[in-house]
Nanobody, 123 residues
Framework: QLQASGGGLVQAGGSLRLSCAAS????????MGWFRQAPGKEREFVAAISRDTHTVYADSVKGRYTISRDNAKNTMYLQMHNLKPEDTAVYYC???????????????????WGQGTQVTVSS
């Protein structure tokens, strides 16, 4: 199970940190990622991190967001700075299947999903 938290309402230029806590099994060896879905839009890739902490980011968040993981806590994070109104969305954490080490940016590549946390950025 994956549980996303940390969303909220923030003004443009502000910061938030999202957390994704895993329970029931370890995801320490899985590629994990964040996706987001704005109203009326498709779910899109945000960032991903491999088990050896290689990271990939969407161009729209590069330089503003940082993905990280703490394997001791079985938790992944997304630190978001300089937030913009267009970052408003429900953010989902996800994990690829076991034994898969390659980062992918497509939604269908991820087998496990959390329930989402709302991020709202006001202008």
């Amino acid at each position: 199970q994956l549980q996303a938290s940390g969303g909220g309402l923030v003004q443009a230029g502000g910061s938030l940190r999202l957390s994704c806590a895993a329970s029931g099994r370890s995801f320490n060896n899985n590629v994990m990622g964040w996706f987001r879905q704005a109203p009326g839009k498709e779910r899109e890739f945000v960032a991903a991190i491999s088990r050896d902490t290689h990271t990939v980011y969407a161009d729209s968040v590069k330089g503003r967001y940082t993905i990280s993981r703490d394997n001791a806590k079985n938790t992944m994070y997304l630190q978001m700075h300089n937030l913009k109104p267009e970052d408003t969305a429900v953010y989902y954490c996800a994990a690829r299947g076991p034994q898969i080490t390659i980062i992918h940016t497509t939604r269908r590549s991820y087998a496990y999903w959390g329930q989402g946390t709302q991020v709202t950025v006001s202008s």
